[in-house]
């Protein structure tokens, strides 16, 4: 053979083994940006904490009574049991700007014990810049002041929201609404139908208090959400968490374990990819959703807004989130309609095994996650950890955590943030730098809705973190050396269990794996 010969064969073998190397990087990706996703087996057998009694305290004691604390947020279990449960409750949307809200639709069904045979009738309905929404109000967490309550204990209860998303009015909807949320304003929605003797809300409620949308129910919205560095969000909760505290005693809970109920249905990750939403669901069941290698695109086009749909349907025990083009905003929906968007092409994300209420659909169109990439609030590491702690009883008033790496401080306040179910603000980050012996220190403290510091949730944080010593590794940040609590310290010990072990190198092998094709198959070519 020739040296040229051999040049051209030795180019060839070059570029089809390059090419190999790229189609085989791509068939490892199992991510993307999705259009629709479908949560199915939805709905649990299990208990929630639900609000009974908030008291608000004595201003002048400053909620610090050991009668006062206790009576602050009393709590009572509650079992539900069924499909769509917890999410078969009143539930309330949740925006957070920057956001355009340009329109938005509720409907629910004529006949809620056969949705399949009913029309599905607009019930709520909202235009931006136009006359008084349709059976919707927007709210606010800023009791206290035009309208709503505020106490030492509770903080401010829901108040009606101004026309510019950023106060209070005394009444519903005394403003016409414009469609700009500004960025780190949240406002939510609910009926025009306020909590009373003749209409009682389930749970706890206080100062301003309405009713949600209950059973099966489709919301509609039209939205966009400008190009900045600010993370909007809109998210669905239960009823009762806005009506007790959203930002305190409610019956969320904390965490994976999601209480009456969450769903993030387009949530922007302060300090990840600005332009990718996830969605994630949360109730007593535990937690899953599209993970961080699936999302929707962030719809940013001002002169495009996205329309997006969720729908609650007991009938199939399913919640479908899908953006659509083309949408009309009828005033009502057939029943085949309504099928047919429970049915249509999405993403199917089973949340936990199929129940025995379940009504299979064969018709059904899905591609289901692959469960190694689930998100889940469970079983995300094998490695056990061995705590050694003090046995000193201490308020406490602060934290100090010890990282092997270092930490983004908007990433750890939004880990830290939504875990504990409170807003960004409320954890404040003193100082955050490499010690003398290489360890990256955080120290940071937790405050309450009024500003004081707030050490119950700092000792709930303490033993989440004492009966999981991966959880926070486990959300995305670097592995925990040592935490400091005042002048106790709990120094973590890593040691691995037998599967653990055989776990890691099994997979470091199969990391190997691409690596020895691609050597084998260039012996072969040269």
Not at 17 to 42: D, K, P, T
Not at 151 to 157: M, T, Y
Request: proline share 5%; hydrophobic share 35%; net charge negative.
């Amino acid at each position: 053979m020739s040296s040229s010969q051999s040049s051209s064969k030795s180019m060839r073998n070059g570029m089809i083994l390059f090419l190999f190397s790229i189609v085989f990087c791509f068939s490892l990706v199992e991510s993307g940006a999705v259009n629709s996703i479908r949560y199915s087996n939805v709905g649990g057998s299990g208990t929630y904490p639900q609000i009974t009694r908030m008291d608000p305290g004595d201003f002048a004691g400053g909620c610090d009574t050991a009668t006062e604390k206790a009576n602050a947020c009393v709590k009572q279990d509650k079992t539900v049991s069924g499909p769509l449960s917890p999410f078969d409750d009143e539930v309330t949307v949740v925006f957070r700007g920057p956001m355009n809200i340009r329109k938005i639709a509720v409907y629910q069904p004529s006949n809620q014990d056969s949705t399949r045979d009913s029309t599905w009738n607009q019930v709520s309905s909202f235009t931006a810049n136009s006359a008084n929404p349709n059976n919707l109000v927007f709210m606010n967490n800023m009791g206290g002041g035009k309208s709503g309550t505020w106490s030492i204990c509770g903080g401010a209860s829901q108040s009606y929201s101004s026309g510019n998303f950023q106060s209070t009015v005394a009444t519903a909807n005394a403003e016409t609404f414009g469609s700009y949320i500004p960025a780190g304003k949240e406002v939510n929605i609910m009926t025009s139908t306020a909590c009373s003797n003749n209409a009682p809300c389930s749970g706890f409620s206080r100062g301003t208090a309405n009713h949600g949308w209950s059973k099966s129910k489709m919301f509609v919205f039209q939205y966009d959400m400008p190009t900045t560095s600010d993370a909007p969000a809109i998210w669905v909760l239960n009823a009762q968490i806005v009506r007790a505290a959203q930002y305190g005693c409610n019956c969320r809970g904390m965490g994976g374990n999601g209480g009456c109920g969450e769903l993030d249905l387009n949530e922007i990750i302060p300090g990840q990819d600005l332009t990718h939403g996830i969605s994630e669901i949360y109730s007593f069941k535990g937690a899953d959703g599209t993970g961080d290698n699936n999302w929707f695109a962030r719809p940013t086009d001002t002169n495009n807004p996205v329309t997006m749909i969720a729908l609650f349907d007991v009938e199939t025990d399913t919640i479908t989130v899908q953006h659509v083009t083309g949408y009309t905003w009828p005033s009502s929906h057939t029943a085949a309609q309504i099928d047919a968007y429970s049915k249509s092409t999405a993403m199917n994300i089973p949340f936990g095994p199929a129940n025995s209420w379940t009504k299979a659909s064969s018709s059904a169109k899905s591609t289901t996650k692959d469960s190694a990439t689930a998100k889940t609030s469970e079983n995300r590491d094998s490695t056990k950890e061995t705590i050694v702690a003090s046995s000193t009883q201490k308020e406490v008033i602060s934290l100090s955590l010890k990282f092997s790496s270092e930490v983004n401080s908007t990433v750890f306040t939004k880990i830290i943030a939504d875990y504990l179910n409170i807003p960004p603000s409320q954890v404040v980050i003193t100082s955050n730098q490499k010690d003398s012996i290489g360890s990256y220190e955080l120290k940071f403290q937790l405050m309450d809705g009024n500003g004081q510091l707030n050490s119950t949730l700092a000792e709930q944080l303490k033993e989440a973190i004492d009966e999981n010593p991966n959880l926070l590794s486990s959300k995305g940040l670097p592995p925990l050396i040592q935490i400091e609590i005042e002048s106790s310290t709990i120094r973590l010990e890593t040691t691995q269990s037998p599967n653990a072990i055989k776990s890691s190198s099994s997979n470091r092998l199969k990391s190997f794996i691409p690596l020895m094709i691609l050597f084998a198959l260039q012996l072969v070519l040269y």
